[in-house]
């Protein structure tokens, strides 16, 4: 299979410089970036008046979860959780979640996320899902074991369980990655063991960490220090750990962050909307911390749109530190593309010779985005996901012109719509 988009404004490379050119995809990779390219190929996109960016990492979400929009908003994060969210999600069955995930896969294709890393459970399901959407997705089931050691043993089988299923698919489009709650909600021997199974079957592992004032306490009053200093002495960092949130670091916890390698993946949409805090982006990005973004769930966002979540990282931290030369447009694009791809050890993120052909087109020829001054800044500042008009992941079309091609949306949207009625 071969792509050829013709008349595009290109966003290249790793620094994301914007040129009129040609891109021809061959299998699934990108294969030429230049002007007039002429070569046979299976299928041409004009994309005159279109921005050819490289497809969204979405590096932290839970997909299924847009089930549950709108079901409890403007809460803090733990009566969020504890009162709302876990009792719905008690109810919740294999096949729900399926549909959830489909709803999630729905919604990324059509605001040009390609990749994305997710937790929840039933990733068996949520697989099955992500193989026929034709996204890529790294999936890991969310552990929670309180303290109780017969339920860590259950939690480990179950992680192991889905990890065979998914593997199973054979797929190098969709993967397992450990996923540990948080540290709140794992006991230690969970999060060690769990190292030694990432370390054993060559695993990444994401978690969540220092999300919340409430939760750092707890840690510190628990285990007399903070998630990330507690983290670091069993010995659980490393490069292939991703922590989403990272609101409450102090400098001794970035540092650590920068000397292990550690991946921080931001959620400013959802971290504002349950007041949780913001995460201290200048220290992490002067210690040379890799900072994804994501959008975590639809739940607590409340939608899965990576342009609005980039816009809103851009502002968020220029009012918080009264600068706006902080979090810039092309700090943030890199941070929702090559940043996150880094992080899954994905050579993709990048629109340039030899990368993975992910790629979101976008229609520029729109009153909102004209003039055509500032590429980088309009998908920063002006686009949304409304504006992605194709979808291209490991060389294939998903997505053309507005119509999602290898999910049927009205089949998606009345089974949607059937699963709620079983939520009450």
């Given at each position: ?374 590429v980088v800044s309009h998908m920063v500042y002006s686009a949304s996901g409304n504006d992605v008009e194709t979808t291209i992941v490991d060389g294939k079309i998903i997505m053309l012109d507005r119509e999602v091609l290898t999910l049927d949306e009205e089949k998606v949207l009345s089974l949607v719509e059937k699963a709620m009625e079983g939520l009450g």
């Amino acid at each position: 299979m071969s792509i050829l988009i013709k008349n595009g404004h290109v966003i290249y490379g790793e620094n994301f410089d914007v040129v009129r050119a040609d891109v021809l995809i061959e299998g699934n990779t990108i294969t030429k970036v230049a002007r007039n390219i002429d070569e046979a190929v299976d299928t041409v996109i004009d994309a005159k008046g279109r921005v050819v960016s490289p497809g969204f990492v979405n590096l932290h979400t839970h997909s299924p979860m847009g089930l549950l929009r709108g079901l409890a908003d403007d809460l803090p994060l733990m009566e969020w959780l504890e009162k709302h969210i876990w009792p719905k999600e008690a109810k919740l069955t294999k096949e729900t979640i399926k549909v959830g995930a489909y709803l999630g896969a729905l919604e990324m294709i059509k605001s040009g996320t390609t990749t994305f890393l997710d937790m929840y459970f039933h990733m068996d399901k949520v697989a099955e899902a992500v193989l026929e959407s034709g996204l890529r997705g790294y999936l890991s089931y969310g552990m929670i074991d309180l303290g109780d050691p017969d339920r860590t043993e259950k939690e480990l089988r179950e992680a192991l369980r889905e990890m065979e299923a998914i593997e199973g698919l054979k797929s190098e489009r969709v993967h397992f990655v450990f996923g540990p709650h948080a540290p709140y909600t794992c006991s230690l021997a969970l999060l060690k063991e769990v190292r030694k199974l990432a370390d054993e079957h060559g695993k990444l592992i994401t978690i969540h960490v220092s999300e919340t004032m409430s939760e750092v306490g707890r840690i510190q009053e628990r285990y007399g220090k903070s998630p990330v200093v507690l983290l670091e002495d069993i010995g659980f960092l490393g490069s292939d750990v991703i922590i989403a949130h990272g609101v409450w670091l102090d400098s001794r916890d970035v540092q650590i962050l920068a000397r292990h390698g550690v991946t921080v993946a931001h959620n400013p949409g959802s971290n504002m909307k349950l007041a949780s805090g913001v995460m201290p982006i200048g220290k992490l990005l002067n210690a040379g911390v890799n900072i994804g973004l994501g959008t975590d769930g639809a739940a607590s966002n409340n939608n899965l749109d990576m342009l609005e979540e980039m816009k809103l990282a851009a502002l968020l931290h220029k009012v918080h530190n009264l600068d706006p030369t902080v979090a810039d447009a092309k700090t943030v694009f890199g941070m929702a593309t090559l940043n996150g791809a880094r992080a899954l050890r994905l050579n993709a993120g990048a629109i340039k010779e030899g990368y993975l052909a992910d790629i979101a087109i976008l229609n520029f020829s729109q009153p909102h985005l004209r003039p055509v001054n500032n590429v980088v800044s309009h998908m920063v500042y002006s686009a949304s996901g409304n504006d992605v008009e194709t979808t291209i992941v490991d060389g294939k079309i998903i997505m053309l012109d507005r119509e999602v091609l290898t999910l049927d949306e009205e089949k998606v949207l009345s089974l949607v719509e059937k699963a709620m009625e079983g939520l009450g």
